[in-house]
């Protein structure tokens, strides 16, 4: 009898019909409807070996292992969301069951800015779909460590919140320097919790970096640190809005230079992220990719060219990608400072937080009378503990959820760990 072999890659698509933020909003259902035209026009769902699946929806189990929802799971996540997620985890399974060698989840809507704590929606985003699916491959398959390259325009703020106190999992984002995009965050100098020092490293470029400037970085900094890190499982979450016909950033990544940056990286799963030239650049950026992740040819992808020809990056750029590349590594290498963000106090790691979300709940009768805008007070207090990770306690609140107090338990919590979070489910404050 002859084993069945693995796809070389299993596609994923979701276009959430049904869900728009509003009519004109850069996040529609048309970010995806163009690209699924263009893979079938160019026969790339004809060649062997690539093969299209639909998604499952994430369940409300799936979702709680990452995020705490104060307002309640379904005044953060309708049914688009779940679906999304659940696309994610469907391109996981695929490849942790060996049915397909790479897997990438054309999914919407994106998730790279939902945090630890939702109140709301940041940026199109309301539910992490790469932590989720992450977390559900570690309880199922026991994978352990995991690499996340996030190669969105915006810096991955919310994968980097989930994430901050995890030595297990290393968060690398690729993204247009946050003193000139949302959400403002992503400094080289953010460089994980105390625990996981080193373990989030930030890579901001300045406006106008185009594809010598991403590959240089990928080559310098990302690939080296993916090397070094040995990961089981490395996962792209696949912004597409460096491109340079994108309407809402400022970088000129071409589509060749996705798939020659997605080449380097050589992800096992990709989860779409943002990207809003809906005719200008999706349709080219996510064949390109999934010629790449699939092994074919990617040399053959033309794009439209603009007038004067493709952009070209900056000496100056290069220079700079350069400095920084040497900045990062020896920060890496360095002891935890005292600017890592946290204060250790009694055996306990503390900081505050102030998380700014810009959409409400999902749905909109809980809403009227609610503020424009939420702002979540948070306060974090990780036990500084010599048996294990130590256990997170959590205190939240905004103007639309009295939050409280919740406790996060790591892999592998040691019994200690485990009576203080029992002891915070019971309402006792800890520390």
């Given at each position: 009898?002859i084993?069945?072999?693995?796809?070389k890659?299993?596609?994923?698509f979701?276009p959430a019909y049904?869900?728009a933020i509003?009519?004109?909003?850069?996040e529609?259902?048309?970010?995806?409807?163009y690209t699924h035209?263009?893979?079938?026009?160019?026969g790339l769902?004809?060649?062997?070996?690539i093969?299209?699946?639909r998604p499952?929806a994430?369940?409300p189990?799936?979702?709680?292992r990452?995020h705490?929802?104060?307002?309640g799971l379904?005044m953060?996540?309708a049914?688009p969301h779940l679906?999304?997620?659940?696309?994610?985890?469907?391109a996981?399974l695929?490849?942790?069951?060996k049915k397909?060698?790479?897997?990438?989840?054309?999914v919407?809507p994106?998730?790279?800015?939902?945090t630890l704590?939702?109140?709301?929606?940041?940026?199109?985003c309301n539910?992490?779909?790469e932590?989720?699916?992450?977390e559900?491959?570690?309880r199922?398959?026991?994978?352990?460590?995991?690499a996340i390259?996030d190669?969105?325009?915006?810096?991955?703020d919310?994968?980097?919140d989930?994430y901050?106190?995890?030595?297990d999992?290393?968060?690398i984002?690729?993204?247009q320097?946050?003193?000139?995009?949302?959400?403002?965050s992503g400094?080289?100098d953010?460089?994980?919790g105390?625990?996981?020092?080193?373990?989030t490293?930030n890579?901001p470029?300045?406006?106008?970096?185009g594809?010598?400037g991403?590959?240089?970085?990928?080559k310098?900094?990302?690939?080296?640190i993916?090397d070094?890190?040995?990961p089981e499982l490395?996962v792209?979450?696949?912004g597409?809005?460096n491109h340079?016909t994108?309407?809402?950033t400022?970088?000129?990544?071409t589509a060749?230079?996705y798939?020659?940056?997605?080449t380097l990286?050589d992800p096992?799963i990709a989860v779409?992220?943002?990207g809003y030239?809906i005719q200008?650049?999706?349709?080219y950026t996510?064949l390109a990719?999934?010629m790449?992740?699939?092994?074919?040819?990617?040399?053959?992808?033309?794009?439209?060219a603009?007038r004067g020809?493709?952009p070209?990056t900056s000496e100056?750029t290069?220079?700079y990608?350069?400095r920084?590349?040497?900045?990062?590594?020896?920060?890496?290498?360095?002891?935890?400072?005292?600017?890592s963000?946290?204060v250790l106090?009694?055996?306990?790691w503390?900081?505050?937080?102030?998380?700014?979300?810009?959409t409400?709940p999902?749905t909109?009768e809980?809403?009227?009378?609610?503020?424009p805008?939420i702002n979540?007070q948070r306060?974090?207090a990780?036990?500084d503990?010599p048996?294990?990770?130590?256990?997170?306690?959590?205190e939240?609140s905004s103007?639309?959820?009295?939050?409280?107090?919740?406790a996060r338990?790591?892999?592998?919590?040691c019994?200690?760990?485990?009576a203080?979070?029992?002891k915070v489910?019971?309402g006792?404050r800890v520390?």
């Amino acid at each position: 009898m002859i084993a069945d072999t693995p796809d070389k890659l299993g596609l994923i698509f979701f276009p959430a019909y049904d869900w728009a933020i509003s009519d004109t909003h850069p996040e529609r259902e048309e970010r995806l409807l163009y690209t699924h035209d263009q893979l079938r026009e160019e026969g790339l769902l004809d060649f062997p070996g690539i093969r299209e699946h639909r998604p499952m929806a994430a369940s409300p189990e799936d979702v709680e292992r990452v995020h705490i929802c104060p307002p309640g799971l379904g005044m953060v996540a309708a049914a688009p969301h779940l679906i999304s997620a659940g696309g994610a985890i469907k391109a996981g399974l695929l490849w942790a069951e060996k049915k397909a060698e790479k897997s990438f989840a054309l999914v919407r809507p994106p998730g790279h800015h939902a945090t630890l704590v939702v109140h709301g929606g940041r940026g199109f985003c309301n539910i992490n779909n790469e932590a989720i699916m992450i977390e559900r491959l570690r309880r199922d398959y026991g994978i352990k460590k995991v690499a996340i390259v996030d190669t969105d325009c915006h810096h991955g703020d919310g994968t980097q919140d989930v994430y901050w106190h995890d030595p297990d999992t290393l968060f690398i984002s690729i993204h247009q320097d946050g003193r000139t995009l949302y959400p403002g965050s992503g400094s080289y100098d953010e460089s994980g919790g105390p625990r996981a020092w080193g373990a989030t490293v930030n890579i901001p470029l300045p406006p106008e970096t185009g594809d010598e400037g991403f590959l240089l970085s990928t080559k310098l900094i990302v690939r080296p640190i993916l090397d070094e890190f040995q990961p089981e499982l490395v996962v792209n979450s696949a912004g597409q809005d460096n491109h340079f016909t994108d309407p809402i950033t400022n970088m000129k990544l071409t589509a060749r230079g996705y798939a020659e940056m997605s080449t380097l990286i050589d992800p096992d799963i990709a989860v779409l992220e943002g990207g809003y030239a809906i005719q200008g650049a999706l349709p080219y950026t996510n064949l390109a990719i999934i010629m790449a992740m699939a092994g074919l040819d990617w040399r053959g992808v033309r794009e439209p060219a603009p007038r004067g020809g493709f952009p070209k990056t900056s000496e100056s750029t290069l220079d700079y990608v350069k400095r920084l590349a040497e900045n990062i590594h020896k920060r890496r290498a360095a002891p935890v400072p005292a600017q890592s963000g946290s204060v250790l106090r009694d055996g306990w790691w503390e900081r505050e937080r102030r998380i700014f979300s810009d959409t409400h709940p999902v749905t909109r009768e809980h809403a009227r009378g609610w503020p424009p805008y939420i702002n979540e007070q948070r306060r974090e207090a990780l036990r500084d503990c010599p048996d294990c990770q130590g256990v997170l306690v959590v205190e939240t609140s905004s103007g639309v959820s009295k939050g409280g107090r919740y406790a996060r338990l790591p892999r592998g919590a040691c019994p200690a760990c485990q009576a203080l979070a029992e002891k915070v489910g019971r309402g006792l404050r800890v520390p």
